[in-house]
């Protein structure tokens, strides 16, 4: 899908039972072992199996949302909190709609006219949230370990929706689903990641999960903005883009973010567009089946031109899209952990 097209919603049906569908193999999937985690921090921690649990979970979404299937009772009853200490549109959005498409109830909470503004700390505020009956914390922030502080501190489970400059565990799994859904597959891809290394948890999180499933992974910008020694986490590293497009299947075209810039990184916008933003002449030099993907906002004429945005490589909107079933499929496993937990207790 191009990006600025209309995206395809599917209706919203009523709610039913799909456990035992959610229980039977897909074919032609192998069956994996139990989700056994209460929260999700990040893909650092994950192991391969576990990161295709995930991916797989959902892959089975998609398969019921395309049957029209788009409003499940799996989260009945459960309370998901959003605490965003961040601006953000598509991972609070996306997470809002996951959850409500698994019939659970929502708080959103925003530090902006809160009592945080008041002087109430971060985690008197997230204990007041889930002292509401709240069973899932969705929680950004700017400080990296943000979500690991509140795994420990709080009985409800964690997601992180993006800590500093740490990692973005849904954008690297919901950038990874979409590189296999077109690609069939992860494993033997070079995936290029192109542009604001240094201080992009997106970047982070795709490298850990790209990784662990067998792609090469090449990370691509100015030398100011590659982290020192990251070659250390199994990446290759260029300066010069129009030299790995050559060798590229996917290059995921990551934001310069200036909001966490302490300096000047590079000349000038226009000099960095020049040399590492997308445009028609890169694409000439890329594979005919070259996939682009940037995980947003992304900033036209910077990163990449609108011809690219908008045009058959392009699968930003998709992005989007699957998005929403990471999000769902990270929501269900940790609900299902806490079920298998409160059952044991009450045995």
């Known amino acids: ?21 959610m229980s039977r193999p897909m074919p032609g999937v192998t069956p994996r072992p139990e989700w056994t985690r209460r929260h999700l921090l990040g893909l650092e921690e994950l192991s391969p199996t576990e990161i295709l649990c ?19 009772d799996l989260l009945a009853g459960t309370v998901v909190a959003n605490l965003f200490f961040e601006p953000s549109t598509r991972t609070r959005t996306s997470f809002g709609l996951a959850a409500k498409r698994l019939s659970a109830d929502t708080v959103d909470f925003s530090s902006s006219g809160s009592s945080v503004s008041k002087g109430e700390t971060f985690l008197d505020t997230a204990r007041t949230i889930e002292a509401m009956g709240v069973s899932h ?105 129009d030299e790995v497009l050559g060798v590229s299947d996917c290059v995921n075209l990551l934001r310069v973010q200036f909001e966490r810039q302490r300096g000047a990184f590079f000349p ?28 947003g906002p992304i900033n036209r ?5 609108a011809e690219v945005a908008d045009g058959g490589q392009s699968v930003i909107l998709d992005q989007v899209t699957n998005g929403l079933l990471i999000r769902m499929a990270c929501l269900s496993l940790l609900h299902e952990t806490r079920q298998r937990e409160t059952e044991r207790m009450t045995i």
């Open 301 to 305: 004429g910077v990163e990449l031109t």
């Open 54 to 72: 995930l991916l797989d979970r959902a892959e089975e979404f998609k398969r019921l949302a395309d049957a029209g299937a788009t409003k499940l």
């Open 137 to 241: 914390v969705v929680v950004r922030h700017n400080v990296p370990g943000a979500p690991h502080l509140l795994a420990k501190r709080l009985r409800a489970s964690v997601l992180n929706a993006g800590d500093g400059t740490h990692e973005h565990p849904t954008q690297g799994l919901l950038d990874i689903f979409t590189i296999r859904q077109h690609k069939g597959r992860i494993e033997g891809l070079t995936v290029t990641l192109v542009g604001d290394i240094l201080h992009s948890r997106v970047a982070r999180s795709n490298i850990w999960g790209l990784t662990k499933l067998g792609a090469r992974v090449i990370v691509c910008g100015p030398a100011t903005l590659i982290p020192p020694k990251i070659e250390r986490l199994g990446v290759s590293v260029s300066t010069n883009l």
């Open 268 to 295: 000038s916008i226009r000099e960095y567009a020049h040399l590492f933003g997308m445009n028609r002449e890169r694409l000439k030099k890329a594979k005919a089946d070259l996939l682009v993907l940037a995980p």
């Open 1 to 21: 899908m191009a990006f600025g097209e209309m995206a395809t919603i599917p209706r919203a049906g009523p709610a039913f039972d799909v456990a035992h569908v």
